[in-house]
C-alpha cells in the first residue's frame, strides 16, 4: 500500500508564503509523475502545477511567477512553494502521485490527505 501524507498548509496574510510538503511512503517501486490540485468551495479539484521524474514542470496560469513545484526524488518527496499569496488562493491543497508499487508492473494515481490554504486580505 501506498501513503501520501501532506504537510504545510495554513492560514497566510495577503502577499505572504506558505511551503506545501507530500511525502509518499509505503511499497513504492517507482514515482514518477506528482503534482498538486486545489479544490474550491462547491467546485471540482483542479490542477495547480506538476513536476516529472526527471523535473519538467506545468504550472496553471493563475499561479505562474508565484508559485514553483520541486521534489525530491530520494525521499519521493514533492513541494509547492507559494509565495505572492492572495486570497483566492484560499482553497484544499491535495497533492497527487503516480506510483508503481514494489513487485507490480502496474502504475496507480494516489492522493493526499488535502491540506487547507486560507488567505486573509
Known amino acids: 500500500q501506498v501513503q501520501l501524507v501532506e504537510s504545510g498548509g495554513g492560514l497566510v496574510q495577503a502577499g505572504g508564503s506558505l511551503r506545501l510538503s507530500c511525502a509518499a511512503s509505503?511499497?513504492?517501486?517507482?514515482?514518477?509523475?506528482m503534482g498538486w490540485y486545489r479544490q474550491f468551495p462547491g467546485k471540482q479539484r483542479e490542477l495547480v502545477a506538476t513536476?516529472?521524474?526527471?523535473?519538467?514542470?506545468n504550472y496553471v496560469s493563475s499561479v505562474k511567477g508565484r508559485f514553483t513545484i520541486s521534489r525530491d526524488n530520494a525521499k519521493n518527496t514533492v513541494y509547492l512553494q507559494m509565495n505572492s499569496l492572495k486570497p483566492e488562493d484560499t482553497a484544499v491543497y491535495y497533492c497527487?502521485?503516480?506510483?508503481?508499487?514494489?513487485?507490480?508492473?502496474?502504475?496507480?494515481?494516489?492522493w493526499g490527505q488535502g491540506t487547507q490554504v486560507t488567505v486573509s486580505s
Open positions: 497527487n502521485a503516480r506510483v508503481r508499487s514494489s513487485g507490480s508492473f502496474l502504475w496507480h494515481d494516489y
Open positions: 509505503g511499497s513504492i517501486a517507482r514515482v514518477n509523475a
Open positions: 513536476i516529472t521524474a526527471d523535473g519538467s514542470t
